[in-house]
């Protein structure tokens, strides 16, 4: 089962731009992450948010959560043609065993 | 980091035939292993949970016993996809938990079955 949903599906930009993609996800979290996929390959953990947490920063990454709308948001700024991937957030199931994927987003940039 | 190796990372088998994918946990003990699924242009869908000396936990709709999990030691975890057929094509993932630093992934294998 999938925890939630991103949008935009697909969002293509220009080098430079912003890029921003949002999560909804819908059980009660500790935590929500993000992750990067590059395609076909493996998983790039990219950063983490805790519940009690509103916005973190790494690098050129800005991840907003807003628990009240279950919903989250990942900038990345001044993006790069190597920032083309796609991009997928993720809570823990309700067992509070495994990481659940939301469908994800799926990132191109242009140069 | 934790690193979690996973083999083979691209597989060819002919309809019928089984394969299997082993997942190991390189730096770090892992009670706790996963096995996820994933179609092109698809998220990943977790398929089953493995603890080890214990039988995994499916999740709804993942068949057991065309999916064999095995997890016999703190390090290594296996998938057997049974009989593959055509539709089993896909790109599984394994990932191993670390109880002090998370979930970790492997590389991925790419299943193709012709």
């Known amino acids: 089962s999938q925890q939630g949903e991103e949008d935009p599906q697909a969002l293509s930009i220009q080098e430079g731009e912003n890029a921003t993609m949002n999560c909804s996800y819908k059980?009660?979290?500790?935590?929500l992450q993000w992750y990067r996929q590059n395609s076909g390959r493996g998983l790039v953990h990219l950063i983490l948010i805790r519940s009690n947490e509103r916005e973190k920063h790494s690098g050129r990454l800005r991840v907003t959560l807003d628990t009240s709308k279950k919903s989250s948001s990942l900038l990345i700024t001044a993006s790069r043609a190597a920032d083309t991937a796609s991009y997928f957030c993720?809570?823990?199931?309700?067992?509070?065993?495994?990481?659940?994927f939301g469908k994800g987003t799926t990132l191109s940039v242009s140069s | 980091g934790a690193v979690v190796s996973q083999h083979p990372s691209w597989v060819i088998c002919k309809s019928g035939t089984s394969v299997k994918i082993e997942c190991r946990s390189l730096d770090f003990q892992a009670t706790t292993m996963f096995w996820y699924r994933q179609f092109p242009k698809q998220s990943l869908m977790l398929m089953a949970t493995s603890n080890e000396g214990s039988k995994a936990t499916y999740e709804q709709g993942v068949e057991k016993d065309k999916f064999l999990i095995n997890h016999a030691s703190l390090t290594l975890s296996t998938l057997t996809v049974t009989s593959a057929h055509p539709e089993d094509s896909s790109f599984y993932i394994c990932?191993?938990?670390?109880?002090?630093?998370?979930?970790?992934f492997g590389a991925g294998t790419r299943l193709s079955v012709l």
């Open positions: 993720a809570t823990i199931n309700q067992a509070g065993t495994a990481l659940i």
């Open positions: 990932s191993a938990r670390d109880p002090a630093l998370g979930q970790y």
């Open positions: 059980t009660s979290i500790n935590n």
